[in-house]
Nanobody, 123 residues
Framework: QVQLVESGGGLVQAGGSLRLSCAAS????????MGWFRQAPGKEREFVAA????????YYADSVKGRFTISRDNAKNTVYLQMNSLKPEDTAVYFC????????????????WGQGTQVTVSS
């Protein structure tokens, strides 16, 4: 079993940047694809980004492509999400998750989830 803890969220002005971290414990995540999702108030949780086990392949939602970058450091058992040019519509709780199979974009393909970190972007 793996425990995931997100950090790095906060309040930032539009146009600013934040770097989220997702630290894993309990088992190595080096052989698992990892993803970031977000959930805004009153909305469903949505896919943001994913990264293959090696870090060689990355995937992004259209809404964040070109602004967000997902990366990982398997030696540190940590996944990151660099968020630049933030917009008020990026405001949400951000979750990292470990994928066990299938499409990177489908929430049901992820089995372990962190508790989330709040990101608030002011206009």
């Amino acid at each position: 079993q793996v425990q995931l803890v997100e950090s790095g969220g906060g309040l930032v002005q539009a146009g600013g940047s934040l770097r989220l971290s997702c630290a894993a414990s309990g088992r190595s995540i080096s052989t698992y694809a990892m993803g970031w999702f977000r959930q805004a108030p009153g909305k469903e949780r949505e896919f943001v980004a994913a990264i293959s086990w090696s870090g060689g392949s990355t995937y992004y939602a259209d809404s964040v492509k070109g602004r967000f970058t997902i990366s990982r450091d398997n030696a540190k058992n940590t996944v990151y999400l660099q968020m630049n040019s933030l917009k008020p519509e990026d405001t949400a709780v951000y979750f990292c998750a470990s994928k066990y199979s299938g499409s990177n974009y489908r929430i049901s393909n992820y089995d372990y989830w962190g508790q989330g970190t709040q990101v608030t972007v002011s206009s």
